[in-house]
């Protein structure tokens, strides 16, 4: 296996070297000079593809960076002036343009002369996206891609005060594992207090999200956009029937087992009523986790980490560091969430989160890594779009990290007993994250299929669905209020619509990898790397299988995992 963190930029050979994207203008010859080009062999077809996907890296790169400064300072309007200059300026006359060239490729006769094998999930690509390009479209996209950013700049500015000091809502969860309760329910209603203040606001982005999206997908033909998004995304290799049985696992297989974890917690705080700010909670006498002490120490000690798990995982992030790619710690101004943002050109990505010195933050972090090691590990393949993996195998990368990275979290605990309780956290988390998941995407089935619905119904739905998926064990009594709007507190709602249902796949992945790291750590890291060094050339159950999993989302499997968390939790 050959790979290495020294990434290098891609060299340009249709560019020029000192090429900045700035306008529309200074694009559009690059692009009728490959609209217009004569391609009399498949020598100049592969010249052409190659020509294209620098093109098209070169852009990426310039939109992800006005994305990337934009949320880390979401109070700057020149950076959300020039973010927003990219959406409505440039990006709609490029993709007139990229349907052209789409078309261009399907109709060359020498197409059907390419490398089949290679080439097969690229081609499937590009019939997908001229089988969903329309013209009327083009404006309402630019529209949902500045208007999806306002999530950021609401949630950005969203602070509470503790103790008479301001914290954003990121650091302000770090008090919910505080060992005096009435610090814990102060604090919680003065988070979920501070989130209903826009409730509204947000309340209407999403009423307008959801209209402009259900117009895109009515314009291509479709019933409701949910249909639309399934083809987008690429979802060749699972049905809406597949989400609705996963539903249902969750509530068979998962849920009895998140009982138990919460029947465990009320006797180990020796209360009897467990109630929502007692969950992340430890006994009096036991100090919360504080694995690190600010972005420099998170960042050290998880290079330390990943270099006991394999030295190319260190490497990665150093390479990072070196660059300046990372953007860790929590601050007002800046959007909420935590993400790894590929750069197609320079290779080396970018994580942006919101540390703000918990375990959870430590989780993120190497979350983000595995998605970092993901964009070193495909660097090298040979077109640009290539690199577009399935979201699935994406997750898989960054969650089955976490399982691994856990063997090594000694360099964030001193002792044994702190150590224990940070990989017991974790797995419960494994388990407990599932009836979220299948929360929000239940939600999003509804919300899509009924695009028409009243505010009303949004809310006694999503409490409907809610309630499903939560643990009787918990006493939600007089928190109707928050619970109605908890869903406003999802990015992904407002951001990257149908994108959750892969966490619950990656996560299925994940332990199955995690499965295979018990037994044989090396033979586990390789099945790893081998899976995620494919890019997108290969079908998701195809990528599983490179990886020695099975792509299976019945509840029989789902089951046999769950349980074998369960019995890794007992044992430590």
């Not at 988070?191 to 826009?198: F, V, Y």
């Not at 000694?410 to 998941?437: G, M, Y």
């Not at 995690?514 to 995620?532: D, F, G, M, R, S």
């Not at 159950?541 to 020695?548: H, N």
Request: aromatic fraction near 12%; charge should be negative; charged fraction near 30%.
């Amino acid at each position: 296996m050959n790979y290495s963190a020294d990434i290098q930029k891609l060299p340009r050979i249709f560019l020029p070297e000192d090429f900045v994207v700035t306008n529309w203008e200074g694009l559009e010859p690059y692009f009728n000079n490959l609209d217009q080009r004569e391609i009399k062999s498949l020598t100049d077809l592969e010249q052409w593809l190659k020509d294209a996907s620098e093109l098209e890296a070169v852009i990426s790169e310039d939109a992800c960076w006005r994305q990337i400064k934009m949320t880390c300072d979401t109070e700057n309007k020149e950076l959300e002036k020039s973010f927003n200059f990219f959406m409505m300026e440039i990006q709609p006359k490029i993709q007139p343009y990229s349907d052209k060239l789409n078309k261009k490729l399907v109709d060359c006769s020498f197409t059907k002369d390419l490398d089949q094998q290679k080439y097969f999930t690229y081609l499937r690509n590009v019939k997908k996206n001229i089988e969903l390009f329309r013209e009327a479209n083009i404006p309402l996209q630019a529209e949902l891609s500045v208007m999806q950013q306002q999530f950021g700049v609401i949630s950005g500015k969203m602070t509470v005060e503790v103790s008479g000091q301001e914290y954003t809502l990121q650091q302000a969860a770090k008090f919910l594992e505080d060992p005096d309760r009435t610090i814990r329910e102060e604090v919680y209603h003065k988070i979920n207090k501070r989130r209903l203040q826009d409730k509204k606001e947000l309340n209407d982005l999403f009423t307008s999200l959801l209209q402009k999206r259900h117009q895109v997908a009515t314009n291509t033909g479709f019933e409701n956009f949910r249909d639309y998004r399934f083809v987008e995304l690429g979802r060749f290799d699972y049905s809406k029937e597949d989400c609705y049985q996963f539903h249902e696992a969750v509530k068979l297989h998962v849920m009895p087992l998140v009982n138990q974890l919460y029947e465990t917690k009320k006797k180990k705080l020796g209360l009897d009523t467990l109630r929502p700010w007692d969950v992340e909670a430890e006994p009096a006498g036991i100090q919360p986790l504080r694995p690190f002490k600010d972005g420099e120490e998170l960042t050290e000690k998880t290079i330390a980490c990943l270099d006991e798990l394999k030295s190319f995982f260190g490497d990665c992030l150093k390479k990072m560091k070196a660059m300046g790619h990372l953007d860790l710690e929590s601050r007002k101004g800046k959007a909420p969430g935590g993400y790894n943002c590929p750069l197609a050109e320079s290779g080396a990505p970018f994580i942006f989160m919101n540390a703000a010195g918990q375990l959870d933050d430590v989780t993120t972090m190497v979350h983000e890594g595995g998605h970092a090691i993901h964009s070193f590990l495909s660097h090298d393949l040979e077109l640009t779009g290539f690199k577009e993996y399935p979201t699935e195998i994406a997750e898989v990368a960054s969650m089955a990290m976490e399982l691994f990275s856990m063997d090594k979290w000694h360099v964030f605990f001193d002792s044994k007993e702190e150590l224990t309780r940070a990989k017991e956290q974790q797995l419960e988390r494994v388990i407990t994250i599932f009836p979220w998941i299948a929360t929000i995407d239940k939600f999003q089935h509804w919300a899509y299929e009924n695009p028409d619905h009243t505010e009303e119904e949004r809310l006694a739905n999503w409490f409907s669905i809610a309630n499903e998926f939560s643990s009787p064990v918990i006493d939600f009594s007089g928190l109707d209020d928050y619970r109605r709007f908890g869903w406003q507190r999802q990015l992904h709602l407002f951001e990257v619509p149908f994108y959750y249902i892969e966490y619950g796949i990656a996560q299925l992945g994940a332990i199955g990898l995690w499965q295979q790291y018990k037994q044989n750590p090396e033979a586990a890291i390789n099945n790893y790397i081998k899976a995620l060094q494919l890019g997108g050339t290969k079908t998701l159950p195809e990528l599983f299988t490179a990886a020695g999993l099975k792509f299976d989302l019945s509840p029989a499997h789902i089951r046999e995992l769950m349980l074998f968390v369960k019995e890794e939790l007992d044992g430590l």
